[in-house]
């Protein structure tokens, strides 16, 4: 069973310590995907040199803040790391209560705003 697939993207969720690591190809596979070039790539969505920006929660930027599952907005395109993690391994973020924990409450919190703001009046 491929438990991505059902999972709210636990690994998306910058940890201290984690490092997602972005290279040329992912940049110039972003750029074309968005028809953009690969400097505003870096100026849009980079933190860093490697690094995408993440959201104030700590979630990378791509993620869909109004889903439970499957929610990264670029799957198709997504990194190379992202693609192969965790590296034909055990997930770590469903084996460690310690990860969970610290992820759950942000990803709750992050779909809770959104639906409030959602059923909002002033959002219709
Ligand atoms: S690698 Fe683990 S945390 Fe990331 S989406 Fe898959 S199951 Fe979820
Ligand atoms: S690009 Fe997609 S899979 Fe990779 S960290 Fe961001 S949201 Fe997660």
Not at 60 to 78: G, P, V
Request: hydrophobic fraction near 30%; charged fraction near 30%.
């Amino acid at each position: 069973m491929n438990y991505c697939n059902y999972c709210p993207g636990y690994c998306c969720y910058r940890l201290k310590g984690s490092v997602l690591l972005i290279d040329a190809d992912d940049i110039n596979r972003l750029a074309r995907h968005f028809s953009i070039s690969d400097g505003q790539v870096r100026k849009r969505f980079m933190e860093n040199r490697h690094t995408f920006k993440v959201k104030d929660d700590g979630s990378c930027i791509f993620q869909a803040s109004d889903k439970m599952i499957k929610r990264c907005s670029i799957h198709l395109i997504r990194p190379m790391q992202c693609r192969r993690f965790p590296f034909n391994d055990t997930c770590p973020y469903l084996d460690r209560e310690d990860l969970l924990a610290l992820i759950q409450p942000r990803i709750e919190k992050s779909l809770k705003c959104h639906w409030l703001k959602k059923s909002s009046p002033e959002n219709p």
